[in-house]
């Protein structure tokens, strides 16, 4: 099966799922791909907003039914908690609409917010409109370096796949990046492990 192919049967459920996850990558990843022809960048859009929007409805409503109990359980999420907490209390709207930005706390954040008592009408139409933006900005970054890769190589078809191998790796090499730092940052906080 060709990468056309594969990306025409599996390419939104891919996007819904991975944004489910997490996403930044997987938009990234299709908004270019979107550039290529291979999906329609409304398509992306709409997978991507659908798929965050669903993830962090989720993570809220975890937070507000057992937000204090998992916090306890996750010394980790306690010094990012208490971040969060702090941002909440002076930029409410702001950081619910731009949560999804803030790397190191896009995870953790909803179920902050969930967990500080927030309802659910106060939540949901600010991060309705925080997930359409972030899909729609992730979706045009990728689809202008499909842009940028169209100009700077003239035979683009030649080299796509090298592209979004370089594009996909660049955003994992971010990704475990990000990772490692909060681990050891986690680490530094807490040498002993909890023990």
Same mark, same amino acid.
């Given at each position: ?83 969060v907490f702090a941002l ?49 900005? /992730? +979706?045009?970054? !990728? $689809?202008?370096?499909? @842009?940028?890769?169209?100009?700077? #190589? &003239? *035979? ?16 994992? /090499? +971010?990704?475990? !990046? $990000?990772?490692?730092? @909060?681990?050891?940052?986690?680490? #530094? &906080? *807490? ?5």
């Amino acid at each position: 099966m060709h990468l056309e192919a594969l990306v025409a049967t599996y390419g939104y459920a891919a996007i819904l799922l991975g944004t489910l996850l997490e996403g930044e990558v997987v938009v990234l990843v299709a908004g270019f791909l979107a550039h290529q022809g291979y999906l329609d960048p409304g398509g992306v859009v709409l997978a991507a907003f659908a798929g965050t929007l669903c993830s962090d409805q989720l993570a809220y409503f975890l937070g507000r039914s057992r937000g204090g109990a998992v916090l306890e359980r996750r010394p980790a999420w306690k010094a990012k908690a208490a971040r969060v907490f702090a941002l909440l209390h002076r930029r409410r709207i702001p950081l619910t609409l731009g949560f999804r930005f803030l790397y190191g706390l896009r995870t953790v954040t909803p179920f902050v917010i969930g967990a500080s008592g927030i309802r659910p009408r106060e939540f949901a139409p600010w991060n309705v409109l925080g997930a359409a933006v972030w899909a729609a900005v /992730l +979706t045009g970054l !990728g $689809y202008s370096i499909g @842009g940028a890769l169209t100009v700077v #190589v &003239a *035979d683009a078809q030649r080299y796509e796949l090298w592209a979004l191998a370089g594009v996909a790796s660049l955003g994992a /090499l +971010t990704w475990v !990046g $990000y990772a490692l730092r @909060g681990r050891f940052a986690a680490k #530094v &906080a *807490d040498p002993d492990g909890g023990l």
